[in-house]
């Protein structure tokens, strides 16, 4: 029997003569002891399923079942087996960590002692022994995220939620999260894990799930997504910002697909399922047509492709605020 | 307490052992924030020196000295303002995330807003302890028993847990901490002042004075100058003027009747 399984979610949320569909006939299947990355732009719906999934939230319609519990139904029991982790540190700050922890196990109806005992356990796992006698006011961003993450796990869950467990930390701590994760996925956890990072849903999950606008638009392992959107690109970045249209057009004839031009960095990208063949061609003609060139190479596609090509725009376009004079280059590493 | 029963087919989850969990940790924040239960006692002893020293030449009171008669008022308007310290309180967990994890744990639902109720009386009573100290200092005095003045000490303290059952449910429904603020104040200021705190009934304009007189804040003033022993001229043929002490224990039972089971409900709702 599968951990998660969700048939036709939807949410509607009104609020001052606006209508926000946030989930809008949502399926998912999430097999037990794999993770799933719910991978999508802000305003997608990734944080209202988690919310639903996790019994916070009654969907309008549609229902779902965690564990075998419905999470309308039978929420308070279902509440015994998860762990959530959201985008906030959501820890009292004016309590120390060994304080928290323990709150929170008491509340998962551990005994006083085993919740301490528990606690001392999850501090030491997650390198807060040091600090645990401090209040979290004063810690890093990373240590309270570390912290939060401890909490939801301090009543042994059999299945867990991280709702964008790295948004907003620098890259160091972002590293020190994944660990901390794959850590958890080694011991065989069940995990939900919703990102807008597409490097961070392929460095985790077994099974990515893209969510745009409320409904899952695809789904399958990073190399099945990956494959849907066709092999090898070639990628040229041009010296000379005028020679964009001209190294365009190039690109155009020697392939069928659709040619991407990001104008910021003067970066060409292309299918090209004549591979090595193809890119020694179009190297060829630019010489040609005197295009000098910064870069050239073949590579795979980036899950960034796969969001392009499935839902017709890049991913940080569908995000909920249109002010977005800069071209955010996240996840376009390669 | 008010709407605990456990919804049917529940497991785990002690009502009393998760209330005083969160009883805990709210009594645990307090010396961590000496900020707010430090200003909370500056603002009222701001408002005794102001009343006593200023306005007092001006405010004659039937038999006896202002000072006296001020002191009970001042001890109201304190626990009507510690409803918006709630209210900032709910709303700041509220929105750092924190009551989505209480609401995903398997815990009493009710325990979260009982346990702040619980430790709000525990504060309140610290703050008025100290306030009561002050007034010693400017001149007040409790001049009946001491079974009357611990009623006196009791009825502030229930006046207290009814105004944090309003301050959790309004803390639930504002959006920031900022609005939250606002709505406090904008609503407790002139609920302080429409009554007998600062000046008598008397010299209010007619058609204000019942409002004054049935003003929760004014019955709890009476009630506590009555059980002091301070002056308390007469203020009206009302009821609430006549039995101001079973007045306020009617509002407190109300006030706890209407808003804790609105307050759990709308922490229970789970559609928004």
Known sequence: ?334 | MTATAPPPGRTGGSTVSDTLVVTWRNLKRIPRIPELAVFAILQSVMFVLLFAFVFGGAIAVEGGNYREYLMPGIFAQTLAFASATTTIGITDDMQKGLVDRFRSLPMARSAFLTGRTIADVAYNAGILIVLMLSGLAVGWRVRDGVVEFLAGFGIALLFAYAMSWVGVFVGQLVPTVEVGQQVAFTVVFPITFLSNAFVPLESLPGWLQPFAEWNPVSTLTAAMRELFGNPSPPAGSSFAAEQPVLMTVIWCVVFVAIFAPLAVRRYRDTSK
């Open chain 1, 1 to 334: 029997m599968p951990a998660i399984t969700a048939e036709g979610l939807t949410k509607v949320y009104g609020s001052r003569g606006q209508v926000v569909r946030a989930l809008d006939g949502l399926d998912l299947t999430v097999e037990e002891g794999t993770v799933l990355g719910l991978l999508g732009p802000n305003g997608a719906g990734k944080t209202t399923t988690v919310r639903v999934l996790a019994t916070l939230l009654r969907p309008d319609s549609g229902r779902a079942t965690v564990l075998g519990h419905d999470v309308v139904k039978d929420a308070q029991r279902l509440r015994q087996e998860i762990g959530l982790s959201g985008q906030y540190a959501a820890v009292d700050e004016n309590l120390t960590a060994a304080e928290n922890l323990w709150m929170f196990g008491r509340l998962y109806q551990l005994p006083s002692a085993t919740a301490r005992q528990r606690a001392d356990e999850l501090l030491e796992q997650f390198a807060l022994t040091d600090a645990k006698d401090r209040v979290v006011k004063t810690y890093s961003g990373g240590m309270r995220r570390r912290l939060d993450l401890a909490s939801a796990l301090i009543g042994r869950p059999r299945l867990l939620f991280l709702d964008e467990p790295t948004t907003g930390l620098d890259p160091r701590s972002r590293f020190g999260m994944w660990e901390v994760i794959r850590e958890l996925v080694r011991t065989g956890a069940t995990l939900l894990l919703t990102t807008q990072y597409l490097e961070e849903a392929d460095a985790l999950a077994d099974v990515i799930a893209v969510v745009d606008r409320g409904k899952i638009i695809a789904r399958g392992t990073a190399d099945q997504l990956k494959s849907q959107v066709g092999g090898e690109r070639v990628e040229i970045v041009v010296r000379r910002p005028e020679d964009l249209a001209a190294a365009r057009e190039v690109l155009g004839r020697q392939s069928r697909g659709e040619v991407t031009v990001d104008e910021h960095t003067r970066r060409l990208t292309a299918p090209a399922e004549g591979g090595t063949q193809q890119l020694v061609e179009v190297i060829r003609v630019l010489a040609e047509a005197g295009v000098p060139l910064d870069d050239v190479g073949l590579r795979r596609p980036t899950l960034d492709d796969v969001f392009l090509s499935l839902t017709g725009h890049a991913a940080e376009d569908a995000a909920a605020t249109p002010t977005t004079d800069e071209p955010a280059p996240a996840g376009r590493t390669s």
